[in-house]
């Protein structure tokens, strides 16, 4: 998240977190969405650098990543809580 401050990073990490939750359909509270979308979001840049050679720009494209990042989080927690 390059010319992001670490508060602007927990914000965008909160909204998306809050987004993944409700398109994933889960209950998971103020301070894991934050995490989630925080950890989301390295995620969500690591696969897109992975995959495209580069991340996507601006407060929008860093939402969104963090978003598909959140997502991916919350379905690979699901899957190991199955497994178990």
Same mark, same amino acid.
């Given at each position: ?28 509270? !103020?301070?894991?969405?934050? %995490?989630?979308? %925080?950890?989301?979001? !390295? ?42």
């Amino acid at each position: 998240m390059e010319g992001f401050g670490w508060i602007m990073s927990i914000i965008l990490g909160a909204i998306a977190g809050w987004i993944a939750e409700k398109i994933m359909k889960t209950d998971t509270g !103020l301070l894991m969405n934050i %995490i989630l979308g %925080i950890v989301g979001a !390295l995620l969500g840049n690591w696969l897109a650098y992975a995959i495209f050679g580069t991340t996507a720009g601006g407060a929008i494209g860093q939402l969104v990543i963090a978003v598909i990042g959140a997502c991916i989080l919350i379905a690979i927690g699901r899957f190991i809580r199955r497994k178990t």
